[in-house]
C-alpha cells in the first residue's frame, strides 16, 4: 500500500514537461483522428476520435500505476514478464484474429489486444535486467549472444504474424542497450556488418505483400493504383499542405478518400497533420517529439543505477524508430511498414504500451540520485 508521503514525493520529483508534452500530443492526436474520419458537415463523423479520448485515460492510468511502482521491482520479475509476452505471442499464431492477411490480435472479453505492444516492453524489461547487472561483461561474447537470443525469439514470434515493421524495432533497441551497457564499437560495427550480409536472406522469408511494399517503395510508379496508392497519396498530402497548411479539416487528400480512410487514422496520420497544418504544423509536432525523447534520455542520464538507465534508454530508442519510421514513411523516405506514431495514431494497444514505457522512464526519473 502506498502512502500518501510517497505518493507527495513521486509528484514532487515527476518530470511535469515529460507529462504536459505527452498531453499535447494526445490533443492532437484527438484533433487529427477526428479530422481523419470527417467528410462533410452533414455526414456523421466515425466515432474513432471518442475511442480514442478512452484510450487516452486508460493509458494515463497505466502511466500513474508503473509511475508509482518502483522500477526495480520490474527487474525482480523480468523473466516472469518475457515469459508471459512469449505466451502472448504464441496464442496469436494459434488462435489469433486474420486482420488484413495477418494474426495479430487476441480479443479478451470482446476488446482486441495487439499482444507485439506488449511483448516489446518485456523484452525490454528481461535485456535491461539481464544487461544491469553489476557483474555483467558485455564485452563477452556469450554475454552478447544471449542479448541477442533474448530478442531474437519475440523477434521470430512477431515476424511471423506477420509484422516486419514491430519486429524490427527490437533490433536497434538491443544493440543501442547493448552500447550503452559498455559493448565496444568495435564489436557493434562488427555485428551490423553481418547484419547486411544478412539481409539478402531476408527476401525469401517475407510474404508477397511485404515484397510489393518494398518493389513500390524502390519504384512508386510500379504499382500506382495498387500497392503504391498509400505512398503516392501521402506524399501528395504531405507537399499540397504548403508553409501553413490548409486549414483544420480542409484536407482535400482526406476529406475526398484519396489518402485511405483505413490507415488515415493510423498509419498515415502525419500525412493529414501536414496537409492541414503545412510544414509549421508538422515541425511543432516533430519538435514535441525532440522533447519528448530529451526527456528520455535525461532521465536515463539521472538514473540511480545501470539497469534504469537501460530501461530508459531502451524506452527512448524504440519510441525514436516509431517517430522516425513513421515520419520517413510518410514523405516516401522509407518503406511502408505499419508503424503507427506515438500517442498520435489512432489505437488502444498502441496507446497503452506507450503509456507504460513512458511510466516506466518516469519511474527511473523520480527514483533518480540528486546530483
Given at each position: ?120 516492453l518485456s523484452t525490454l524489461v528481461a535485456l535491461a535486467a539481464y544487461l544491469g547487472r553489476p557483474d555483467r561483461d558485455v564485452r563477452r561474447m556469450e554475454t552478447i ?120 487514422p493510423t498509419d498515415f496520420i502525419y500525412s493529414v497533420i501536414a496537409e492541414e497544418t503545412g510544414f509549421v504544423g508538422s515541425m511543432v509536432i516533430m519538435g514535441l ?83
Amino acid at each position: 500500500m502506498i502512502k500518501w508521503g510517497e505518493i507527495k514525493a513521486v509528484l514532487w520529483r515527476l518530470d511535469w514537461w515529460m507529462v504536459l508534452v505527452i498531453m499535447a500530443l494526445m490533443g492532437a492526436g484527438i484533433a487529427f483522428i477526428y479530422s481523419a474520419c470527417y467528410r462533410h458537415d452533414d455526414l456523421p463523423v466515425s466515432l474513432l476520435y471518442q475511442k480514442q479520448i478512452v484510450w487516452c485515460g486508460v493509458g494515463f492510468g497505466f502511466f500513474l500505476t508503473v509511475l508509482f511502482v518502483d522500477y526495480r521491482r520490474l527487474g525482480e520479475n523480468a523473466l516472469w514478464l518475457y515469459l508471459v509476452g512469449l505466451v502472448l505471442l504464441l496464442l496469436v499464431l494459434l488462435v489469433g484474429k486474420k486482420v488484413y492477411g495477418a494474426y495479430r490480435w487476441l480479443s479478451f472479453f470482446g476488446i482486441q489486444v495487439q499482444p507485439s505492444e506488449f511483448a516489446k516492453l518485456s523484452t525490454l524489461v528481461a535485456l535491461a535486467a539481464y544487461l544491469g547487472r553489476p557483474d555483467r561483461d558485455v564485452r563477452r561474447m556469450e554475454t552478447i549472444a544471449v542479448a541477442l537470443g533474448i530478442m531474437l525469439v519475440p523477434f521470430l514470434l512477431i515476424l511471423k504474424e506477420p509484422d516486419l515493421g514491430t519486429a524490427m524495432v527490437l533490433v536497434p533497441m538491443v544493440f543501442g542497450m547493448l552500447f550503452v551497457a559498455g559493448m565496444p564499437m568495435r564489436i557493434l560495427l562488427f555485428l551490423l556488418f553481418l547484419g547486411m550480409l544478412v539481409l539478402p536472406v531476408s527476401w525469401l522469408v517475407l510474404s508477397p505483400y511485404q515484397k510489393d511494399r518494398l518493389m513500390v517503395f524502390v519504384d512508386p510508379d510500379r504499382d500506382p493504383l495498387g500497392a503504391g496508392w498509400n505512398m503516392v497519396q501521402s506524399i501528395i498530402a504531405v507537399g499540397s499542405g504548403g508553409v501553413t497548411g490548409k486549414g483544420f479539416l480542409q484536407g482535400t487528400q482526406n476529406i475526398l478518400g484519396f489518402l485511405p480512410r483505413t490507415v488515415a487514422p493510423t498509419d498515415f496520420i502525419y500525412s493529414v497533420i501536414a496537409e492541414e497544418t503545412g510544414f509549421v504544423g508538422s515541425m511543432v509536432i516533430m519538435g514535441l517529439y525532440v522533447l519528448l525523447l530529451s526527456f528520455c534520455i535525461r532521465a536515463a542520464g539521472a538514473a540511480r543505477d545501470r539497469f534504469g538507465r537501460l530501461l530508459a534508454v531502451g524506452a527512448a530508442i524504440m519510441m525514436c524508430c516509431h517517430v522516425f519510421v513513421n515520419l520517413a514513411m510518410t514523405v516516401g523516405l522509407m518503406p511502408i511498414t505499419g508503424l503507427p506514431l506515438p500517442l498520435i495514431s489512432y489505437g488502444g494497444s498502441f496507446m497503452v504500451g506507450t503509456m507504460i514505457s513512458l511510466g516506466i522512464v518516469q519511474s527511473v526519473y523520480v527514483r533518480r540520485v540528486e546530483r
